[in-house]
């Protein structure tokens, strides 16, 4: 029953040429199933490498590659891997034809958290040990690992073969991959690892490319997906040479050209909604420019344009300490991950290697180190060389409006030098029909102080698990927004589809003078008979945030406020009196923020509970700590104004 209503849910978010396109796709699904052949080819030729410079990881220091860590789990690398098993839930996904497989739904437990093992990410890092130390032992492990995978996951069969965004991280892992061994003697001279590359290896390379043509993600679902087959399939045929790759290399580079643009605002702003995802999508636009300077393959100007404008937003939505804005989903998604580790910080290592490719000096941050995947991507450009040449910049303390998109960072100081950093955010649900991955946020805002999240987005914990936590967390409850009774201001109809989007409305800005001010709206709860407009006003001067919401309401229908601060677990709150209260980080900041509310509403503090998700925080996909939050509510029949100051205060 649950599979039909998705199905009904999806069907109303496609046009009629997408359902054409779907329709087509499933007749070619039952023809697969029924006729199923592993595409073949034999390799005409690899690029040549020969004048490719020599990657030095010399300096660079790995953590231990026995153990992958990623999502709060943990597998082991030295012992034989189940691909199709889900270590967070003990369950396994089926060895049936892959695209009939329920990923929605935990029947088999997390495709995430599978798929997660199955991108082959730690393959990478292990050869870069090998090219430390010399130890073949790491070659064997490389071979080891992919010949288990090979056996385990034939062509269409079991999860693995599900989603094409899987296949090509894995293409792109098995090109540097392929690069780290060009040159090396144990690798080339060895009979086994001839054997190997000739037999498992490159079979397995052209059927991710086949598989990557013949399987693009279209209309509704053309957005990060999309982004990943053109360069997975661009990055591999720059690389291996087959009868198709001329005809695939071209598709491809068609494609990145037309998703940067379509993809990104003029600003370069993802529209997907997504921060953490920005780090991700650019990376694969970033990685496939510079495969394209390896092999002598220009991108247009609109592109690097483009690309750069992209890094210019990165350089501006990071705080003093590099913490991003954590709006919409994020899932710790990474193309590459040659340092092993998945919580380093991918933005601040993107602008490392973009400082180089565009010389932008200005985008080495005080606080950057020199990192193995910007050694990666740069080597050819002698990058390293570049960036220890160069002077780090201040962080930027002055505010950056982004009207036309609806993101709004104000940025100041205390009167100690201590920063301080807002996000607002006035801007669209999120892309295409289905806005996969944008939360029901409009008009919520988060407030770090001294590059230490204080009031906060609480995160995203889930996509395909935990149905009802996953509606939390999207929820407009989830944000430092208002909520109108116990609707959200768009319609969730899967875990990662949305109906009856809202629109914000940017209404007027004032970013001159020590004031700063934007005054917003969104039509999310019009069907309820309720205007939200919110003025988020900064007074750099006196280091206070004002923030003034008019409820209108149509009719005389009783309706409940809900109006919700969320903090940082790590902040305490302490309440002087029913509408005031301290909020403040001992041990990580002298700075506090002091509230004041509206005396309209009732308050609560509420503390995270095993049986309702409220007042959780996820600092990490698949992992939720408690925390808290204050709560406010109101029952009214008639258009209210609510007042809030927010007051930075500093020890002196």
């Given amino acids: 029953m649950a ?30 199933k029924k006729r ?78 599978v798929w997660e093992v199955n991108r082959l990410q730690f393959l990478l890092p292990i050869l870069i040990k090998y090219r430390q130390t010399g130890d073949k032992s790491f070659l064997d492990q490389f071979v080891r690992i992919m010949t288990d995978w090979n056996a385990q996951n034939p062509y269409l069969k079991g999860v693995n073969w599900y989603s094409n965004i899987e296949v090509n991280i894995r293409l792109i892992n098995w090109y540097w991959c392929w690069l780290l ?270 590059g230490f999240p204080f009031l906060v987005d609480p995160g995203t914990f889930t996509y395909h698990t935990h149905p009802e936590v996953r509606k939390y967390f999207v929820s407009t409850l989830a944000h430092n927004t208002i909520a109108v009774g116990d609707e959200d201001q768009a319609k969730l109809a899967g875990p990662t589809m949305w109906l009856q989007h809202f629109e914000s409305s940017v209404e007027s800005v004032q970013k001159e003078g020590n004031t700063q001010k934007v005054v917003a709206s969104h039509n999310g709860y019009l069907k309820s008979g309720v205007l939200h407009r919110r003025t988020f006003e900064f007074d750099k001067k006196q280091s206070e945030f004002r923030i003034s919401d008019e409820i209108t309401l149509e009719g005389t229908k009783e309706t409940q406020l809900r109006m919700p601060f969320h903090v940082h677990p790590s902040v305490q709150i302490q309440q002087i009196d029913p509408v005031n209260f301290i909020l403040s980080r001992p041990g990580d900041t002298e700075l506090r923020i002091h509230i004041e509310l509206s005396s309209q509403l009732n308050y609560e503090i509420c503390k995270a509970k095993e049986e309702n998700p409220l007042g959780w925080y996820s600092p990490t996909f698949m992992v939720k700590v408690p925390s808290s939050l204050v709560l406010g509510s109101i029952k009214l029949s008639k258009s209210i104004s609510l007042e809030t100051k927010i007051k930075i205060l500093s020890t002196l």
């Fill in 3 to 32: 599979d039909v209503k998705w199905l009904i849910n999806r069907l109303k978010t496609m046009s009629a040429g997408e359902i054409q396109f779907r329709t087509s796709q499933f007749v070619k699904k039952k023809i697969e």
């Fill in 181 to 450: 061994l060009a040159d090396d003697k144990k690798w080339t001279s060895g009979a086994d690892y001839k054997k190997f590359t000739n037999e498992i290896w490159l079979p397995l390379i052209y059927q991710h490319c086949f598989y990557a043509h013949n399987n693009p993600s279209y209309y509704s679902s053309a957005n990060n997906h999309l982004i990943s087959e053109y360069a997975g399939l661009f990055i591999a045929n720059c690389l291996w040479k087959f009868e198709e790759s001329d005809k695939w290399l071209e598709f491809a580079v068609k494609g990145l050209e037309k998703e940067i643009l379509v993809q990104h605002s003029a600003n370069g702003i993802n529209k997907e909604e997504a921060a953490e995802y920005i780090q991700f999508i650019t990376d694969f636009f970033l990685i496939s420019y510079v495969v394209g300077e390896q092999h002598g393959i220009k991108f247009s100007a609109s592109y690097g344009n483009m690309l750069s404008k992209i890094c210019e937003y990165i350089y501006h939505f990071l705080d003093a300490k590099g913490n991003f804005p954590k709006y919409g989903d994020e899932d710790d998604g990474r193309v590459i991950l040659p340092d092993f580790d998945t919580h380093s910080n991918n933005f601040i290592s993107i602008l490392n290697t973009a400082a180089v490719l565009f010389q932008k000096p200005e985008w080495k941050r005080p606080d950057s180190e020199w990192d193995i995947k910007s050694e990666l991507l740069t080597a050819h450009r002698n990058g390293k060389a570049y960036w220890n040449n160069i002077t780090p910049s201040a962080i930027p303390l002055e505010s950056k409006f982004y009207s036309e998109e609806g993101h709004f960072y104000f940025k100041g100081a205390t009167n100690t030098g201590k920063e301080i950093y807002a996000h607002l955010d006035a801007a669209a649900l999120g892309f295409l029909s289905i806005a996969a991955h944008g939360h029901a946020d409009s008009l919520s805002y988060f407030i770090n102080l001294d």
């Fill in 36 to 113: 199923l052949t592993v595409p073949k080819s034999t390799l005409i030729r690899t690029a040549d490498l020969s004048s490719f410079k020599t990657f030095d990881f010399s300096a660079f220091e790995l953590p231990e590659t026995g153990k992958f860590h990623f999502f709060g789990l943990e597998i082991d690398l030295d012992k034989p891997i189940n691909f199709h098993h889900d270590i967070s839930s003990g369950k396994d996904f089926p060895m049936s034809f892959s695209k009939d497989i329920n990923i929605r739904s935990d029947a088999f437990g997390s495709a995430k958290v």
